[in-house]
């Protein structure tokens, strides 16, 4: 599993972020090794020959005045407890360490090798003040020589300079991610009308007035979706023209067939006729189907249930009842006469391939916030085809004996399905039959 995200954005922020934590650690680096460490070194060098001149008059005193200058110079013969060789480490000061560190081995390296260097901290001394002891000679005795921590040994407010650029290093990533925000809004803006595109709406135009990049990226989409409009704008144009000189000629024919006498001498002959009319007429309606996707009909509140209890009203009307069981599904935002055509193209392939144990189920997925509609059937199922490939224009199903048609029915479910932002899913019904589910989401966003 990678550990590198996929989303631009969240690749762009990470970089932002370890470029940030890079400089700051070279700029703190850089910092330590070339200008704070020569510093404290120094210091240490000149600490440590005032303590060797020290020591040198201190070997120089006499015998008889050493009890006259122990006190003077805090001189011990024992160390005192809570002195160590290393100064204490502290992650918190982590800095403040680091300078007591290297003051101390500085000065050990300066000093003699007799002239041992212990620490003491302030927890520990009596007076609460940091110190150095050295082992120093009076008279030619080892003594040990308390001396005060210089100044230099102390944090001198570089912590300070050094939060101020941790501080300055996150207002530089906040800046950074704001401003990625700012030019990753429009690619979200982008993908959102492709969404709707492939759906088969109509997104707005575009704003263009963002990064030339961009702008340059947005301005392709606009005249993309221009030219598709357009090109949808002369199908639909071509189609209602087709179908306008189609059907003139075809009611011309009904009239002529009905003034005519060939319905009184050969009956057969009109009625097989008229059933040949009926055909094309039924065809020519599933093209217009198709191609019209109902994305400029606007959506509008209403009663699914209603809907489909409407419609089964209407096949029983005809001979063929659909037992339902309507689950509780509030209103939501649809598009009425496209969803009127999809479920009626779900009933009507129902009937036409399942004769009986015709079906249909509604409830509520709350959990996902979604409307599910089952048409079900019990006739000779999918007959082992593939699903998916059943949903693929001019492809029918069935076999021997099964009706005939355009194969467009399915289509343009699927289409109408997913102008809703919803989906549609054949299943092989249990016990035999075949079953259409619909999913539809409550929000109503994507039918807008």
């Known amino acids: 599993m990678s550990v590198v995200p996929r989303s631009l954005f969240a690749r762009n922020v990470l970089l932002l972020v370890a470029l940030v934590a890079v400089s700051q650690i070279c700029a703190i680096s850089a910092l330590l090794h070339f200008i704070q460490t020569p510093r404290i070194e120094r210091a240490a060098g000149a600490f440590a020959s005032y303590i060797v001149t020290l020591d040198t008059l201190l070997k120089t005193t006499p015998p008889g005045t050493v009890k006259t200058v122990s006190p003077q110079l805090d001189l011990r013969a024992d160390l005192p407890a809570g002195a160590s060789a290393t100064p204490p480490e502290s992650r918190l000061r982590f800095y403040q360490s680091y300078w007591r560190r290297t003051f101390v081995e500085s000065l050990r390296r300066h000093l003699p090798a007799d002239m041992l260097v212990r620490w003491q901290g302030s927890d520990t001394s009596d007076d609460g003040q940091q110190r150095l002891w050295i082992r120093a000679h009076l008279s030619g005795e080892p003594r040990w020589l308390a001396l005060p921590v210089p100044e230099a040994a102390h944090d001198d407010g570089l912590a300070t ?211 599910c509609v089952v048409i079900a059937d019990r006739g000779k199922g999918l007959g082992g085809q593939d699903p998916e490939a059943l949903k693929q224009p001019f492809k029918r199903g069935g076999g021997e004996g099964q009706p005939k048609g355009t194969g467009l029915g399915l289509a343009i479910v699927e289409r109408i399905a997913r102008l809703h932002g919803g989906t549609l899913e054949l299943r092989a019904r249990e016990g035999g039959g075949a079953q259409s589910c619909i999913v539809l989401p409550l929000s109503g966003d994507a039918a807008r």
């Open 161 to 371: 300079a050094l939060l101020l650029s941790l501080g300055l290093g996150a207002l530089a990533f906040a800046t950074a991610y704001l401003i990625q925000r700012h030019l990753n809004r429009p690619l979200a803006d982008l993908a959102d009308a492709a969404r709707l595109v492939s759906a088969g709406g109509e997104p707005g135009v575009l704003p263009t007035d963002g990064p030339t990049e961009i702008a340059q990226v947005s301005g392709a989409f606009n005249r993309m979706t221009a030219a598709l409009k357009e090109a949808e704008a002369t199908r639909a144009l071509m189609l209602a023209g087709v179908s306008h000189d189609i059907r003139t000629p075809m009611t011309k024919l009904r009239l002529a067939m009905a003034m005519s006498s060939v319905p009184s001498t050969d009956a057969a002959f009109a009625a097989s006729a008229e059933g040949y009319l009926d055909t094309i007429d039924t065809i020519l309606q599933q093209f217009m189907d198709y191609a019209g996707s109902g994305a400029k009909e606007t959506p509008v509140v209403g009663d699914l249930n209603a809907l489909i209890a409407n419609l089964a009203a209407d096949f029983a009307g005809l001979g063929h009842e659909f037992a339902l069981d309507l689950g509780e599904i509030g209103p939501f935002p649809f598009r009425p006469i496209s969803m009127m055509r999809m479920l009626m193209n779900l009933m009507q392939n129902a009937v036409l391939y399942g004769v009986v144990g015709l079906e249909v189920r509604t409830w509520t997925d709350r959990q996902a916030n979604t409307a």
